[in-house]
């Protein structure tokens, strides 16, 4: 595992942006925290401090509320046409797209994540999913429904698909913009207003978007963004009486603290939580072409993905061969600072990560777990781990049952596809899965017996915003993308009068 060190040069807008403490986006104006303090946002590549942004706290979710719903209750923004809005969002698009370079930077510092995957993965997704649902702005339908009980009268019944209002939006920081935009850009497209929380640990883009926002003529108070921490903003934001529905994508914990919080007023709630997706090679799948799909399943993004193939099961007779591939291709990978253009990992997003993800290491190790590549962190400045493949595992092992959120996979043989498929499914997640096999109506079947909300044949990791995802059981709740998101962010209301 080489060690990248050449950086790109910041350009003079990134450097300035973060030289600045950012304000939060409050009814279209910029505004310090109520309480005038500020947070420090970190580099992960080195542990120094990236930049300085105010500190939301309750209060200021307050005034975002407050903003959001005078916006929906009063603005000009539900009076604006589908096509208005549709407009708006896609100049946004545009928008996002003559800056990709200083949000790839931004969110290269910010995250950690190498400057050349963000451009052609977290850019091109946040662009294409505004652009998407602005798409769907003007395609909102309801229907004419025939009624079955009223044999003697004549009735005229319809159904109007109306935006849910003032919608709270909690952020992780794995994919920050990518994260805002999947957010966003349904809630503008269906005519919601917006209190946005970033993650603690990368607010800087989601910031940098709501200068866009501004730019695209959306008017005040729709999109409201309010960085700070989850215990004190982002708590305040899912109890909050006057927000009507809570979308949070992170931790399945604080996925059940939301749920408690939004009790109070019964807001409606949409989760996208963790996973531990199996990623299942068969004996007769393209080994030639699994062996770095299993890799990027799970390297891909540092392992940050709550969809990552974070369990690989292979069948007997090509377990070895898999499992010294991956291993293979995971000792090639260059780590570094991210804005070094040969780096291909670069750090977990925080000191807290690295903990995490080394103690799973440990725990691993503790119960008979060992790795066959990479095992531990690298180097001593910034919070890199090595790409990990860990062999002698079984079920019970915490490292096969809980979310590691890290580079870090396990790999397991099996021998006959019931098996496999009961211990596929024996987990208490269902994001995604993967399937390796050449055998059409094998992948089929497997796909169809697996609990999970995306599964993946011959493939991993790929996404579209036309695509629908989200997760069964303990995933999650609703799908986010395509058009099944329209239905998270929109009420149903039925219309019916007698016309005879
Ligand atoms: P987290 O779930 O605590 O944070 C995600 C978001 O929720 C952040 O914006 C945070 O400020 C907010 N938040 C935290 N506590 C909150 C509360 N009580 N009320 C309202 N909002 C709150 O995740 P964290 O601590 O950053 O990471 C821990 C683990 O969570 C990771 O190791 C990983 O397993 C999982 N995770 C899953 C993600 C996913 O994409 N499904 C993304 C991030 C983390
Ligand atoms: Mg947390």
Redesign the pocket.
Known sequence: MATATQAVPLTEHVSKYVAKTRQMLINGKWVDAASGKTFPTYNPATGDVLANVAEGDKEDINRAVTAARHAFDNGPWRKLSPGERARMIWKLADLVEKHAEEFAQLESLDNGKPLTIARVADLPGTIEMFRYMAGWATKIEGNTIPLVLQGGGKFLAYTLREPVGVVGQ?????FPLL?AAWKLAPALATGCCVVL?????TPLTALLLGELVQEAGIPDGVVNIVP????T???A??AHDKVDKVA????????K??LK?AAGNLKKVSL????KSPNLVFNDADIDATIPGAAMAIFFNHG???CAGSRLYVEDKQFDKVVDGVSQLASKIRIGNGLDPSTDMGPLV?E??LN?VCGYLESGYHEGAKAAVGGKRHGAKGYFVEPTVLVNTNEKMKVVRE???GPVVTATPFKNIDDLVAKANDTEYGLAAGVWTKDIAKAHHVASMLRAGSVWINCYNVFDPALPFGGYKQSGWGREMGHEVLELYTEVKSVCTPIA
């Open positions: 909690i952020i992780p920081w794995n994260m929380k970033p993650a603690e640990q700070g921490y989850g215990e903003a982002g708590a934001l899912a949070f994508t992170g931790s399945t914990e604080v996925g603290l939301i919080a996208e939580l963790g996973g940050q993905c709550c925080s807290e990560q995490r979310e590691i959120f």
